[in-house]
């Protein structure tokens, strides 16, 4: 018996002339089709066959004794989740598709597969995560719990135990980090002095393009990191091993081993081979956009005490700390409890993370703020709801006392900023010096304020911050005019200022010798202070009594220049060496007070006055320039591997045209002075080349001193 023809009736005309079969389809208003020409009403009869016969199965339209064959996947599984084309082969041998071979996955076609949306699984991923931080605060919170583990499968056993991140640090974690973590320890381990710890995890040693530090080297830098230098920036949680912190960056840690390489006894060299290594990944990790939590964290520390340069105009420091506001910011570092609203999913953030967020987003400002002082440019400093102390804010933004002190230190060096350098009638942005007076007086009862609150208890380096603000505040004294009223008291107040300041830096030598680990904000406020002294004793306003002090202290700052410097070509070292030339040249203060009448008018001024606090500095190496260079009297570099003694009564035998020197072990003393002649491939004759790209082409200024 043979079958019917398969036909679909017209919805719009019921009878026998409206039916459409398989044989011959006819259009309205159109010539009948052949059924070997292919239409669209055959691709969906035949859709329509397969819907009536059930799922993927197709329909004879021939003999009833056919069986119905069942429908062929073409695609495996791996291609049908990803919705690509698919190559593999069934018959008569099955053959993986090239996708599968290529990838290594496991090529299969499973008719029972179904396809799983990625925003499902993303969000499987989300819950999995959320509640296993879930229990791992759960176990943190007891004292007897132990450091859980990732169990590998069966087949996996081998592999080496995870131990679990700290709850401090589970916000600096993406996914795409936790993979790599995961498939780096999947990848096993090569066997360099491998350590096992008392909890069982294998550890490694850890590398960086050409350099590799064992095990006990990192955990000897990382102890000498928290004990030396982190007093002076305590961001960063001294509990957390280092193995968490290079589980959650790249970069971090090796920021922290480039800073506790800083004076390394075991092995001087360190430092500069570090360097290149570690500014090639830092310049890695700042393209990829976006940025997470512990970059910023990163950038705080880099910028607190920078890779060694020889030169400003290759300093990036400046430019980092903006980085670092700007992604500070992008991420909502200064919106804290609303973090939720700088993010791509749902954050609820615990107590102890929005408390992180807080210190963080407050580390950023004063570490801005020390910055733009440092190098004499304007901060960008957000000091906003989120900083300021008020008992409304919650328990969640409050301060340690000595950090909420060291923040109010930094928002004092702000005022003066925008109070004396920030007048825009001016093109230098230069108040009057009347109005400098009355700022002067406002200011200087803000600070008996701050002094008020500080503690017997207050620590050396809180103390030394805010002497520095003090010759902050004070070194505007420089661009008053002499004619001023209250020229001399001003110049007086600077003068206690930085002899002051001084007294706290040399005194903080003798605090377990944490001088030769300052920041970089406290070594260019000590060449400041270098250059103010040697301003001040070789003018009008040195008399006997402050002349035999000043130049005790002068000798002593230099002294603490060249040994907080890392190299022998680095900017202190340069810096210092041009300070004792000046201070040589001067006459090293025997001449003080002579030709008084002339000195009043002009000994004191300065030609560089836009660099704020720091003008005196510029404009001091502008002077050295056109003392020395222009006249070819000598070699700064010659002059750095042969240090001169600004003592005159001590006679050198250097070999530049300077009339003084001293051999390299002269004031640097034992342990200083090491290192390549020439720093970080910079081997040219430029005299303190850091002002080369500002100074270079100007005959004089463009305005009256």
């Given at each position: 018996m043979t079958a019917p023809p398969f036909a679909v009736s017209d919805p719009l005309a019921h009878g026998p002339g409206n039916e459409i079969t398989t044989d011959t389809f006819i259009s309205p208003g159109r010539h009948p089709i052949s059924p070997t020409t292919p239409s669209r009403a055959d691709s969906s009869i035949t859709s329509l066959k397969r819907t009536l016969s059930g799922s993927g199965e197709s329909v004879d339209d021939g003999d009833d004794s056919k069986k119905i064959r069942p429908g062929v996947k073409r695609a495996c599984n791996e291609c049908r989740q990803q919705k690509l084309r698919c190559d593999v082969v069934q018959v008569p041998t099955y053959k993986s598709c090239h996708r599968c071979r290529r990838l290594k996955l496991?090529?299969?076609?499973?008719?029972?597969?179904?396809?799983?949306?990625?925003?499902?699984?993303?969000?499987?991923?989300?819950?999995?995560?959320?509640?296993?931080?879930?229990?791992?605060a759960t176990q943190q919170s007891s004292p007897t719990a132990q450091s859980p583990s990732i169990k590998a499968p069966p087949s996996e056993a081998a592999s080496p135990r995870i131990s679990s991140i700290p709850s401090q640090l589970e916000q600096y974690i993406t996914s795409e980090q936790a993979v790599n973590s995961l498939l780096h320890l999947r990848s096993g381990l090569d066997g360099l002095s491998q350590m096992q710890s008392p909890n069982g995890q294998i550890?490694?040693?850890?590398?960086?393009?050409?350099?590799?530090?064992?095990?006990?080297?990192?955990?000897?830098?990382?102890?000498?990191?928290?004990?030396?230098f982190h007093p002076f920036m305590p961001l960063l949680d001294p509990s957390i091993t280092p193995d968490n912190y290079f589980a959650i960056s790249p970069l971090l840690p090796w920021i922290i081993i480039s800073v506790a390489a800083r004076h390394y006894p075991p092995d001087p060299n360190l430092l500069p081979s570090l360097s290149a290594p570690v500014s090639v990944r830092l310049w890695a990790t700042l393209a990829d956009v976006p940025q997470?939590?512990?970059?910023?964290?990163?950038?705080?520390?880099?910028?607190?005490?920078?890779?060694?340069?020889?030169?400003?105009?290759?300093d990036p420091t400046f430019m980092l700390s903006g980085l670092m506001m700007q992604i500070a910011m992008q991420i909502g570092l200064h919106r804290p409890s609303h973090a939720q609203d700088f993010a791509r999913f749902k954050e609820d953030l615990r107590e102890e993370e929005l408390r992180d967020r807080v210190k963080t987003w407050v580390a950023c400002n004063m570490i801005s703020q020390r910055v733009a002082t440092g190098y004499g440019q304007p901060p960008s400093t957000v000091y906003d709801w989120a900083l300021v102390p008020s008992a409304s804010n919650g328990t969640n933004y409050q301060l340690p006392e000595e950090v909420e002190i060291r923040l109010s230190i930094e928002r004092f060096c702000n005022k003066v900023t925008r109070s004396f350098y920030t007048n825009k009638m001016d093109p230098m942005g230069l108040v009057s010096d009347e109005q400098r007076g009355i700022m002067s007086d406002f200011l200087a009862h803000d600070f008996e304020e701050i002094e008020s609150k500080l503690r017997r208890n207050t620590s050396a380096i809180t103390l030394l911050y805010l002497r520095a603000a003090g010759?902050?505040?004070?070194?505007?004294?420089?661009?008053?005019?002499?004619?001023?009223?209250?020229?001399?008291?001003?110049?007086?107040?600077?003068?206690?200022?930085?002899?002051?300041?001084?007294?706290?830096?040399?005194?903080l030598d003798t605090v377990g010798g944490l001088l030769l680990h300052a920041s970089n904000y406290i070594l260019q406020m000590i060449i400041a202070a270098g250059f103010t002294l040697l301003k001040l004793l070789n003018s009008f306003f040195a008399d006997s009594g402050k002349l035999a002090h000043g130049r005790d202290l002068f000798l002593k700052t230099i002294k603490a220049i060249r040994t907080i410097?890392?190299?022998?070509?680095?900017?202190?070292?340069?810096?210092?060496?041009?300070?004792?030339?000046?201070?040589k040249s001067g006459g090293s203060g025997l001449r003080a007070g002579q030709a008084q009448a002339k000195s009043l008018e002009n000994s004191l001024q300065l030609k560089v006055r836009c660099r704020m606090s720091m003008s005196l500095v510029y404009d001091s190496v502008w002077r050295w320039r056109e003392e020395f260079q222009a006249k070819e009297r000598g070699n700064l570099e010659t002059a750095v591997k042969n240090p001169t003694n600004p003592d005159s009564n001590v006679e050198s035998s250097a070999s530049s045209t300077i009339d003084n020197g001293l051999p390299s072990e002269g004031l640097l003393g034992d342990g200083f002075g090491t290192g390549s002649n020439t720093f970080l491939g910079e081997a040219n004759n430029e005299v303190f080349d850091p002002l080369s790209w500002m100074l270079d082409g100007y005959t004089d200024f463009p305005y009256e001193m």
């Open positions: 496991d090529c299969k076609i499973d008719s029972t597969f179904k396809r799983i949306g990625k925003r499902s699984r993303n969000m499987e991923m989300e819950k999995e995560i959320h509640e296993l931080r879930r229990q791992l550890r490694q040693p850890r590398r960086l393009e050409g350099i590799t530090l064992t095990v006990d080297q990192v955990d000897h830098l990382f102890d000498r990191f928290f004990t030396l997470n939590y512990v970059v910023v964290k990163a950038l705080c520390i880099l910028c607190t005490w920078p890779l060694p340069v020889s030169s400003t105009s290759s010759l902050h505040f004070r070194l505007s004294a420089f661009f008053d005019s002499p004619e001023s009223q209250d020229y001399h008291a001003h110049l007086t107040s600077l003068w206690q200022a930085t002899t002051s300041f001084l007294g706290r830096v040399f005194d410097s890392v190299a022998t070509n680095d900017l202190p070292s340069r810096l210092a060496e041009v300070l004792a030339q000046l201070w």
